[in-house]
């Protein structure tokens, strides 16, 4: 069963409109968390919002939303007030034009979404969009309120539906040139060129997301265990990588270690088969000659047509 969804309204192409529902792609859930603690007493703390003159504590129903226009000086507004503004992508989510993939960068890419037909009525209209985009090979840009801001959006198609990312205004994203204006322009030697690009290609592979674990969350809850039964933590320490003084033996020496990873797995791979069917062979070494039994032709079916049984 999906989660609850973020937003509920319309998803709009031109004159051609559908119910739809934003669903979160992601969660945080699995993720472990800690509570504070009181050292003295091993309660759990629990945060509240003080007055910062009088140091009262405000409970939640006197507090108050207030933008600061000078020093100490707070324009009030309610959420009631909030609640009542609306605009179209309140409610809509108008796709206001269509590009390659390509051409959004990356860096904008906030969260992630899926967007399904809500209702069985608008479920044609919510294909033809989904596989118009599909067939032309492009995403939609669109804007959708969530959280209080209008957010962009790209909707891309995805299985029976479509998937929303919310993207960051170009305010919000840094100048690169800030960090890497300063990188020196380099020219790399043929050989130690290639050398890298080997090394590469020895580590090729298809993305599979389910290969990867979040190894030092494993290593928390290994600690958290092994507290919980009174075990000493085994807690792990990598080294930091040191820094690499001959860059052309580092790669020499890397492309080494790749080349034999293959080689040592094919040895394990032959060793174990080796192993098995010698084990085998001791096996049927030590079970006694037995003799092979009659078999006798049964006499029943059609013509020719008979069975053989083994006989007991």
């Known amino acids: 069963m999906p989660p609850?969804?973020?937003?509920?309204?319309?998803?709009?192409?031109?004159?051609?409109?559908?119910?739809?529902?934003?669903?979160?792609?992601?969660s945080a859930s699995e993720k472990v968390s800690f509570h504070l603690l009181n050292a003295a007493t091993g309660n759990r703390l629990k945060q509240q919002y003080v007055d910062a003159e009088t140091g009262?504590?405000?409970?939640?129903?006197?507090?108050?939303?207030?933008?600061?226009?000078?020093?100490?000086?707070?324009?009030?507004?309610?959420?009631?007030?909030l609640d009542k503004i609306e605009i179209e992508s309140s409610h809509t989510i108008d796709i206001e034009s269509f590009t390659p993939r390509s051409e959004v960068d990356p860096v904008y890419y906030d969260n992630h979404y899926f967007l399904a037909p809500d209702d069985k009525v608008g479920e044609e209209a919510?294909?033809?969009?989904?596989?118009?985009?599909?067939?032309?090979d492009v995403v939609g840009i669109a804007r959708v309120v969530l959280y209080g801001r209008e957010r962009m959006l790209v909707l891309e198609p995805r299985s029976k539906?479509?998937?929303?990312?919310?993207?960051?205004?170009?305010?919000?994203?840094?100048d690169d040139a800030a960090y890497f204006d300063a990188v020196p322009n380099i020219e790399i030697g043929k050989e130690m060129l290639e050398l890298a690009s080997h090394i590469i290609d020895t580590k090729m592979a298809r993305f599979d997301p389910s290969k990867f674990k979040d190894r030092y969350q494993e290593a928390v809850v290994d600690l958290v265990r092994s507290k919980q039964a009174g075990r000493p933590a085994q807690i792990p320490h990598a080294p930091a990588p040191s820094n690499v003084?001959?860059?052309?033996?580092?790669?020499?020496?890397?492309l080494g270690s790749?080349?034999?990873?293959?080689?040592k797995r094919r040895e394990k791979k032959e060793k174990s088969a080796d192993e098995s069917a010698s084990a085998k062979a001791k096996a049927a070494a030590r079970e006694p000659a037995r003799r092979e039994p009659t078999r006798k032709a049964s006499t029943k079916g059609a013509a020719g047509k008979g069975r053989i049984r083994k006989a007991s």
Not at 13 to 19: G, N
Not at 60 to 78: F, H, N, P, T, W
Not at 258 to 263: K, Y
């Open 245 to 254: 003084v001959n860059l052309m033996d580092a790669l020499r020496r890397s």
């Open 161 to 174: 539906g479509l998937m929303g990312v919310t993207l960051h205004y170009d305010y919000e994203v840094r």
């Open 56 to 81: 009262a504590i405000v409970e939640r129903q006197d507090r108050l939303k207030g933008y600061e226009i000078a020093k100490s000086d707070y324009v009030v507004v309610s959420d009631e007030e």
């Open 258 to 263: 790749e080349n034999a990873a293959p080689e």
């Open 126 to 136: 919510f294909a033809v969009i989904r596989d118009a985009m599909r067939k032309r």
């Open 4 to 26: 609850r969804s973020n937003w509920k309204g319309y998803l709009k192409l031109s004159l051609v409109s559908c119910p739809v529902a934003l669903f979160p792609a992601t």
